[in-house]
């Protein structure tokens, strides 16, 4: 029988005759798998057997859909390869795989215990431990189990300082304080952060891996600010950003030798997809600050960018930064008037979930969320109601729930549902509330400040607008402020005081033109018209007029184009799967495909 070392001619015949028919045009699979299960009936040793079981585990893969049979191939590669002393690339490549396997088919209670038996046993083999450390601190993310990956990321960080990998070191520490931003332990991730940011200073690796550990590293600046709503604040740090993915895209790294360090031997993302997610934070970034047209230029750069990128390679990252670019447009469309348009998007969104189902699960919550906010734009408030109750069952996120119960606020306040609004103000109490975000306790008190309207208490909704206005004018949130600005123009006339009720409504319309808010552009050329009128300016009086008429028109049409398409029903659908039968039109359609 042949050794590993001395393998017998039966052997090495089958396996390049595997090989021929693998790599002949076209790929003769069925016979390639063929030939490899030949060798099983030759009672190979050990070693050949695991071998062989991986390699079929693989083609079958790649190539086939037959999961189960590749599971089987790589649960006999992995059980008799444990036993190998010595035998780590089979070992170890076969535990991954599987693993892998396993989380496809959501049994992660079985990828769990592979994993980590595979890194008792990596000691001796540096990489493999590095990469079954991401893989498990991985797996844990997906199951919310932070303080797990935390401590496994940790653990990496420590272990590639003692295998002297800078770089693996700094992606751990990163992938940590990622980690720590989805939790929101703001204080861990600035600490984290601060440290990170240090070591990349004095690194001194190749050019491509020093630039992709500072994109890493500036992308999480900038969320980290973003999520605390400085919108202000994050702009030094988003011109580094953009500066430093111009560097990357411009260095190329097959001139660069391979690492000698096999822990070296890691990437955090190609840098294809680093410029999707760059656009994506753009977006971001320009969605908060209230820039819709810059928001909407780089979501359509984006998207063109991940459509190239999906033909190469459909990897379920594209999707999940697919979905989170709809939902920021879908919110720009809404603002600028463009229901008809949103809706096909919510639905292409839907869509974007049916084919990566896992993104449901983490993004259910926003969908819901976007069909409410859509429902309120058509003055469907019964949908909108149902739709963020919807969104509140499936929420974990404090922010999302913030925002969810402000515009829930905003549905009772029109529908004049004192006792609801009363429950829910003490939620949204911005002196309490549970986010951290500055935009969000910005928004709140605007919040009280519209209900104190609705109610003519003046003097108390002035003073809650003019703390709005300080912490929006604070951070350049440029919606809130135009809002808070038409809204206070609103009380000052109301309180026959026309003079201060143009020096609140003037700018306000000039900033709602600039974002473009069509609705708050609406809301002023209105209250512009009555000022005119009590000014006897009858010229300006008429020319308002003419904007507020247009305004309408425009609104009006869009409102009646959106509730004909049969994708408006989907404001109906609060449980279960997407319906997807509920779709007409051919934007629609056109997204899909």
């Known amino acids: 029988m042949a050794s590993a070392q001395n393998p017998d001619p039966w052997y090495i015949s089958l396996l390049g005759l595997a090989e021929s028919f693998r790599t002949s045009n076209p790929p003769n699979i069925r016979l390639c798998v063929h030939c490899l299960q030949s060798i099983f009936n030759f009672k190979p040793p050990p070693r050949i057997e695991a071998r062989t079981h991986l390699q079929l585990g693989n083609i079958l893969l790649s190539h086939t859909k037959n999961l189960d049979l590749a599971r089987q ?120 952060l601060t440290m990170a940011g240090q070591l990349i200073e004095v690194y001194h690796g190749s050019p491509v891996q020093k630039e992709s550990l500072k994109v890493f590293f500036l992308v999480l600046q900038v969320c980290h600010y973003l999520m605390a709503g400085q919108v202000k604040s994050v702009k030094p740090a988003l011109k580094q950003l953009q500066q430093s993915i111009q560097t990357i895209t411009q260095l190329h790294q097959e001139d660069e030798p391979l690492p000698i360090n096999p822990v070296d031997l890691f990437q955090w993302m190609p840098k294809e997809h680093m410029c999707v997610l760059v656009y994506l934070v753009t977006v971001m970034h320009s969605m908060q600050a209230g820039y819709m047209d810059k928001a909407q230029k780089y979501t359509d750069k984006a998207l063109i960018q991940i459509e190239k990128l999906k033909m190469l390679d459909a990897h379920p990252l594209l999707s999940a930064f697919q979905l989170m670019l709809l939902e920021h447009i879908i919110m720009c469309r809404l603002i600028m008037g463009n229901k008809s348009v949103a809706i096909q998007e919510i639905f292409q969104a839907c869509h974007v979930c049916q084919q990566q189902p896992r993104l449901f699960t983490s993004h259910g919550a926003q969908i819901h969320t976007l069909l409410g906010l859509y429902a309120m734009s058509m003055n469907c408030m019964e949908a909108a109601e149902a739709q963020f109750n919807t969104a509140l ?95 206070l123009g609103h009380i000052f006339l109301s309180l026959g005081n026309s003079r201060e009720a143009m020096n609140m409504v003037t700018p306000a319309m ?69 319906p997807f039968h509920l779709n007409s039109s051919a934007v629609g359609t056109s997204a899909m495909l």
């Not at 929101?184 to 600035?190: A, I, L, N, P, Y």
């Not at 300080?470 to 440029?478: G, H, I, S, W």
């Not at 309408?552 to 869009?558: E, F, P, T, V, Y």
Request: charged residues 25%; aromatic residues 10%.
């Open 73 to 192: 191939h790589l649960e006999k590669a992995w059980n008799i390869s444990s036993s190998i002393s010595s035998f780590d690339d089979v070992r170890f490549e076969a535990g991954s795989i599987l693993a892998q396997i396993y989380e496809k088919q959501t049994q992660t209670q079985l990828a769990k215990p592979i994993l980590r038996k595979a890194i008792e046993m990596s000691l001796q083999a540096p990489y493999w431990r590095c990469r079954l450390l991401f893989q498990l601190a991985q797996i844990h993310v997906a199951e919310k189990d932070f303080v797990s990956a935390v401590s496994l990321l940790g653990h990496g960080s420590d272990f590639a300082h003692t295998a002297r990998s800078e770089y693996t070191r700094l992606l751990f520490l990163l992938a940590k304080g990622l980690v720590l931003l989805v939790e929101k332990k703001m204080s861990e991730v600035h600490e984290c």
């Open 510 to 578: 000039q900033l709602a033109a600039k974002i473009p808010d069509v609705h708050v552009q609406l809301w002023a050329s209105s209250l512009l018209k009555d000022l005119y009128r009590l000014c006897g300016d009858p010229v300006h009086e008429a020319e308002e007029y003419r904007i507020h008429n247009n305004f309408s028109q425009s609104l009006l049409k869009d409102h009646f184009q959106s509730s004909q398409m049969s994708e408006h029903n989907l404001i109906q659908w609060t449980e279960g799967p997407c």
């Open 393 to 487: 069952r499936l929420s974990t996120d404090k922010d999302l729930w913030t925002f969810i119960n402000l515009n829930l606020a905003i549905v009772y306040l029109r529908q004049n549902r004192q006792s609801e609004l009363m429950g829910l103000l003490e939620r949204i109490d911005p002196e309490r509330l549970t986010s951290t975000s500055h935009s969000m306790k910005a928004s709140a008190y605007y919040v009280h400040g519209l209900q104190a309207f609705f109610q003519a208490r003046y003097n108390e909704a002035k003073r809650f607008l003019k703390e709005t206005l300080k912490m929006a004018n604070e951070e350049d949130l440029n919606r809130l402020t135009s809002c808070s600005l038409v809204l």
